[in-house]
């Protein structure tokens, strides 16, 4: 019988390929061979597939005596991963006549167990995308995955179990229902409708620290990346967790690339999770390598950055994380994306997060207490503070100081403002700028570029003022300018102002330039 051809598809980055799965046999000795750059996964699952086949009532390669090649084309493209188990099952099925039907509409994802049942695999919904431009009509996935496939329309969804199932819908004997296509309004409104998850923390159960409240307020309005310092204990990690509770829902574009960085990773769990809708969280610990955080390996993953996409990246105990790592955050901060060069290819992973950053003064976390003594020496002040650079520290839009609390203030019974009403106003500002960025791939004022600045950051004459002298006296660069004209437009919008006021400049500059107090923090800009 002549060779035969079923589709499938090669994750490369963030996007997936078509790939033919070629399957040729010819009477002779036992042969089965899978050719076309698999990695070891893919070659390890001539067994596999031959159990599955035979435990689901047909005739397994190695019941025959055939030489069977299986060619994954194009072959100068690595395949990886057991996605290429269900395709390969199929086209052999379909080769020695076990199964008829026209394969050339329909794309094949899935692993197979030895049973015949088969199990979810990772990518899908970049394979969904893929098979909607090449022009599939259907697209058949594991069951557990029919929830992210779903979320793309144009493609006839067919959630399979087992390779028995499959094969008697492709013969005509049974029919599987293809999958309803996710509805995104519907989802929003579900989510917005539940209270705030009993997981996350309150803003109201924080007592005081009114002056940070107020900094993660704009931060999180506009997108804004910033750093909290201040003794231990004083309620940095506790502001920073909190900070999740404030974030608005994403939107349908913001939801579909995090979803797909996540499906990638193999972090999309079950059928009833399809398409993430709150904005991720993600806070590595100190000892998390430059790959993990970055993204890398042999076959390019993404790292903590991507998975933080359009999301918050918190990084306790900054200075505790190793240079290197600190130090490769500057141009994915700066350009909102990271490439990743291996031999073997090159990909870019979107890295657009919110920096949220907690630090001790010093290494026992007393130094510029009014109550505590500071036990460091000058020396060690200094070498500890100097593990975040001057260009990191830059590239951090707002930095204040959390100090200690009084117990007056701790024991109160007095509650602040709560988080719902918090996310309500940042929703409202998120928005104001969605509307005013409509059209572009800017969506929050963190991310404007100089022509962005220079169009929407509209100063009175007072304010224009205050900046030029902000400037000159404390020396600024061009990024410290930008960085607070940006801010300034985020407190504009929170006061519902076209134009950026005296007091918004102000309280802008009260972020970025320090006091003589602050001085030896090396923040000063």
């Not at 970049?126 to 909607?132: E, G």
């Amino acid at each position: 019988m002549p060779s035969v051809r079923v589709f499938s598809g090669a994750i490369i980055g963030l996007d997936a390929f078509p790939i033919e799965v070629e399957v040729d046999s010819t009477p002779g000795l036992h042969f089965f061979n899978i050719v076309g750059l698999p990695d070891k996964a893919v070659e390890e699952s001539k067994d596999r597939i031959a159990s599955a086949i035979r435990n689901s009532g047909f005739i397994a390669p190695n019941q025959k005596n055939r030489r069977i090649i299986i060619n994954l084309a194009p072959a100068d493209i690595k395949k990886e991963g057991p996605a290429y188990d269900l395709p390969i099952a199929i086209g052999y099925l379909l080769n020695t006549g076990q199964l008829e039907f026209n394969a050339k509409d329909k794309v094949f994802f899935g692993e197979l167990s030895l049973d015949g049942s088969v199990r979810r695999v990772n990518g899908i919904l970049p394979a969904a995308f893929m098979a909607r431009k090449e022009g599939f009509k259907e697209l058949y996935v594991p069951f557990q995955n029919v929830g992210e496939a779903s979320i793309v329309k144009g493609v006839r969804i067919i959630g399979v179990k087992t390779l028995k199932e499959l094969s008697e819908h492709l013969l005509g004997k049974t029919e599987i229902a293809p999958a309803k296509p996710f509805e995104f309004d519907k989802a929003v409104q579900t989510a917005n409708s539940l209270d705030l998850n009993p997981s996350l923390i309150d803003m109201a159960h924080i007592k005081g620290q009114e002056i940070a409240k107020r900094a993660l307020l704009i931060a999180a309005s506009g997108g804004h990346n910033i750093l909290m310092y201040g003794p231990p204990g004083s309620g940095k990690s506790l502001l920073a967790q909190a900070l999740s509770g404030i974030l608005p829902p994403m939107n349908y574009e913001e939801a579909l690339e995090v979803t797909k960085i996540y499906s990638i990773c193999g972090l999309i769990n079950g059928q009833d999770q399809s398409l993430i809708l709150n904005r991720p969280f993600r806070s590595p610990h100190h000892t998390t390598s430059a790959v993990a955080i970055i993204g890398g390996g042999s076959w390019p993953k993404p790292g903590e950055i991507s998975l933080a996409h359009r999301g918050v990246l918190f990084l306790d105990e900054m200075p505790e994380f190793p240079r290197s790592v600190v130090e490769a955050l500057r141009q994915p901060m700066e350009n909102g994306h990271v490439v990743v060069s291996r031999a073997i290819n090159t990909v870019k992973f979107p890295s657009r997060f919110m920096l949220v950053g907690a630090m001790n003064p010093c290494p026992c976390g007393n130094f510029g207490d009014e109550i505590k003594p500071c036990l460091c020496s000058t020396q060690t002040v200094s070498k500890y503070q100097r593990k975040l650079s001057g260009p990191v520290l830059d590239r951090i839009d707002i930095q204040i100081n959390v100090p200690r609390e009084t117990y007056d203030k701790i024991s109160s019974d007095e509650l602040g403002e709560s988080s719902a009403h918090m996310r309500e106003t940042v929703a409202a500002c998120r928005a104001l700028q969605e509307k005013r960025f409509a059209g572009t791939d800017v969506h929050s004022n963190s991310e404007m570029g100089p022509k962005d600045i220079k169009k929407q950051c509209q100063m009175t004459a007072g304010a224009e003022v205050i900046v030029r002298r902000l400037v000159m006296d404390n020396n600024l660069s061009a990024r410290s300018y930008h960085k607070i004209l940006k801010i300034g437009r985020t407190i504009a919008d929170l006061a519902n102002s076209k134009t950026i006021q005296e007091n918004h400049i102000a309280e802008a500059s009260s972020f970025r330039i320090k006091g003589e107090k602050d001085s030896l923090l090396g923040i000063v800009s």
